[in-house]
């Protein structure tokens, strides 16, 4: 019972590298969310994705892009990292439609990102 | 979305039952109040939520005052494995509602 995956856990970057934080749930959720964490303060929203086929931005999506690959993933790019995107990435996806759109998100462990 | 406010951290022994505070008194009427916690280096974890009937299940309880302008989270036996950052987060439910974490309330049990 893996419930929502990340990958990779750690990463180390140079600035202007590119890369892409994979995310994958089992739980046939139709919602999928990307959020950072920086020392000291809560989670902000990055991306989210509502069901298959749609994105929408959150909070702080300058700098990154996403793709909702499929039901089950939903990928978040950096195209070119910056200092300023060092940050635990977390990723969280939830079930809006068979039980009610108040259910709640499940969280990933998290992406654990340095860009020197 | 509803502004919450926690104290910013709060002990307990272990055993003892821990109760967590929140305000939200700007609370409307579609809004519920989830509870996650956050366990160092892990990503947060979904404890309860509640519209505006007390809840139970096998992690805590969430008792919301019948004005729905606060609530507060029991944990009935506390446990080292307690310690965490506490997060009483509000939000309206809709298809595409999004989670808006503040500060949170540091809870360190002792044992």
């Known amino acids: 019972n893996a419930g929502v995956t990340q990958t990779p856990k750690f990463q180390v970057l140079k600035t202007g590298q590119s890369m892409t934080l994979q995310c994958a749930q089992d739980m046939n959720h139709n919602s999928m969310y990307w959020y950072r964490q920086d020392p000291g303060m809560g989670l902000r929203l990055i991306y989210y994705s509502a069901s298959e086929g749609t994105t929408d931005k959150g909070e702080v999506p300058n700098g990154y892009n996403v793709s909702r690959l499929n039901k089950r993933e939903f990928s978040l790019r950096l195209e070119s990292a910056a200092p300023s995107q060092t940050s635990v990435y977390f990723c969280a996806s939830r079930d809006a439609v068979s039980r009610g759109p108040h259910q709640p998100q499940h969280f990933g462990d998290g992406t654990r990102l340095s860009i020197l | 979305d509803a502004k919450t406010t926690q104290p910013p951290s709060m002990d307990c022994a272990e055993g003892r039952a821990a109760n967590l505070p929140c305000n939200h008194s700007?609370?409307?009427?579609?809004?519920?109040v989830y509870w996650y916690r956050q366990i160092h280096s892990q990503g947060p974890q979904y404890i309860i939520h509640?519209?505006?009937n007390n809840e139970t299940n096998e992690m805590a309880s969430l008792i919301i005052t019948e004005d729905r302008k606060s609530s507060t989270l029991i944990l009935p036996h506390a446990t080292l494995r307690d310690t965490a950052v506490y997060y009483c987060?509000?939000?309206?439910?809709?298809?595409?509602?999004?989670?808006?974490f503040g500060a949170g309330t540091t809870v360190t049990v002792r044992a």
């Open positions: 987060i509000v939000s309206r439910y809709s298809n595409d509602y999004k989670l808006s």
């Open positions: 509640g519209l505006k």
């Open positions: 700007t609370i409307s009427g579609n809004e519920y």
